[in-house]
T-cell receptor
Framework: GQSLEQPSEVTAVEGAIVQINCTYQTSGFYGLSWYQQHDGGAPTFLSYNALDGLEETGRFSSFLSRSDSYGYLLLQELQMKDSASYFCAVRARTPDNYGQNFVFGPGTRLSVLP | DTEVTQTPKHLVMGMTNKKSLKCEQH?????MYWYKQKAKKPPELMFV???????INESVPSRFSPECPNSSLLNLHLHALQPEDSALYLC?????????????FGAGSRLTVL
């Protein structure tokens, strides 16, 4: 099976930088994704890492270390609208080797204060 | 078209009712997913269809019955549900294969079981 761990809550002020960590245990690993979900909304894709290293997309960056089963999401120049839940998700091969699935971590609630 | 459309947005049903949730995508994605999400919890994988074949059933009770009539449609048939089944039901789709790394979610169907 798969298991993931994230901090439950993070608080920061506008303009700051925050890092949300994720550790995982899985078999058939393909990659690690990050999703943002505002209250009442659906998860939306932020980034994906299949290989070790840093991926940068605007104010958001994501890092993966496959050997450490660890990744993080870095949010820079925080804005009030970044207040949301952030989920890491492992993309892995299904047990029957037929397809893929995405299993989500418990989520990190980010609160951005003025 | 880059959307996943779910209907209905809200559904209230009694424990003896039979209802269905519907999901449609026209992005050519060949993998489709049902997730269940309770408040302040991560999306929990229920079913995965890959090329219209059920790939994963995460030990979901038989009162939930998925159906994939074609590559664009995914249904979730509901029968004899319990109040604890009240949740947000999210449909998602993705491409298949090694390049498939993004889940696109619908807005969800919020189910209340009385």
């Amino acid at each position: 099976g798969q298991s993931l761990e994230q901090p439950s809550e993070v608080t920061a002020v506008e303009g700051a930088i925050v890092q949300i960590n994720c550790t995982y245990q899985t078999s058939g690993f393909y990659g690690l994704s990050w999703y943002q979900q505002h209250d009442g909304g659906a998860p939306t894709f932020l980034s994906y890492n299949a290989l070790d290293g840093l991926e940068e997309t605007g104010r958001f960056s994501s890092f993966l270390s496959r050997s450490d089963s660890y990744g993080y999401l870095l949010l820079q120049e925080l804005q009030m609208k970044d207040s949301a839940s952030y989920f890491c998700a492992v993309r892995a091969r299904t047990p029957d080797n037929y397809g893929q699935n995405f299993v989500f971590g418990p989520g990190t609630r980010l609160s951005v204060l003025p | 078209d880059t959307e996943v459309t779910q209907t209905p947005k809200h559904l209230v049903m009694g424990m003896t009712n039979k209802k269905s949730l519907k999901c449609e995508q026209h992005m050519g994605h060949r993998a489709m997913y049902w997730y269940k999400q309770k408040a302040k919890k991560p999306p929990e994988l229920m079913f995965v269809y890959s090329y219209e074949k059920l790939s994963i059933n995460e030990s979901v009770p038989s009162r939930f019955s998925p159906e994939c009539p074609n590559s664009s449609l995914l249904n979730l048939h509901l029968h004899a549900l319990q109040p604890e089944d009240s949740a947000l039901y999210l449909c998602a789709s993705s491409q298949e294969g090694t390049g498939a790394n993004v889940l696109t979610f619908g807005a969800g169907s919020r189910l209340t079981v009385l």
